[in-house]
Every structure is written in C-alpha cells, then in structure tokens.
Nanobody, 120 residues
Framework: QVQLVYSGGGLVHSGGSLRLSCEASGSVVSINEVEWFRQAPGKQRELVAEITRGGTTNYADSVKGRFTISTDSAKNTMYLQMNSLKPEDTAVYYC??????????????WGQGTQVTVSS
C-alpha cells in the first residue's frame, strides 16, 4: 500500500553533516505527522524528532539545535537534516510517518531504515 525508500545515510567524520530522506510512494494522499527514530547497537529505539499534526516540531535533548526535521508534501518526502554530528549519533535511523491513503484509512510503518556512522 505504501513503501518507504530511504536515502542519505552513510559514513561521516565527527562534526560533519548528513541529510536523511524518506520518500513515501504508493497510495499516498498526505503525510499527517512524522517521527524519526534511531537505534544504536544494543540499545532501544529512541525518538529523535517529530512533526505533529499541528506542525509543531519536537526534538530529543541530545539532538536539539543540531537536527532539523521537515517534510515536502509535493514530493511525499520526509527529511532529517543532521549537523555537527557526533560519534554517539551512530545508529540506524528510521522514519515513522502516519500517512492518509487513497482508501480513506491511515498507514504507518518503518521501512528498512538507513545507517548513519560517525567516526571520531
């Protein structure tokens, strides 16, 4: 029904930047809200940033001031701009949107995620 395709992950030196993209395709009508999570090896998945239905953005304290979440409704794409990256930002990153689909229902899902590795 909906597929999520990630891009933008990779290896970067400490202090560098990456922009993660998560494109939704299929029966997409609109993206209602978005959350970005990350999961480091041996750790639980944690919420990094979100855009609520009302358009409010919230960030985990650990990324506040460094990460920016955004969406492009025309492209059905969600972004996470990550600046001043630190080794502790190393993780697999996932977007988790709530999407309105053509049949009138909503869909949420993870996709495969994208690996971000920050070297010191």
């Amino acid at each position: 029904q909906v597929q999520l395709v990630y891009s933008g992950g990779g290896l970067v030196h400490s202090g560098g930047s990456l922009r993660l993209s998560c494109e939704a395709s299929g029966s997409v009508v609109s993206i209602n809200e978005v959350e970005w999570f990350r999961q480091a090896p041996g750790k639980q998945r944690e919420l990094v940033a979100e855009i609520t239905r009302g358009g409010t953005t919230n960030y985990a304290d650990s990324v506040k001031g460094r990460f920016t979440i955004s969406t492009d409704s025309a492209k059905n794409t969600m972004y996470l701009q990550m600046n001043s990256l630190k080794p502790e930002d190393t993780a697999v990153y996932y977007c988790y949107p709530e999407i309105s689909v053509i049949d009138g229902s909503t869909w949420s899902g993870w996709g495969q995620g994208t690996q971000v590795t920050v070297s010191s």
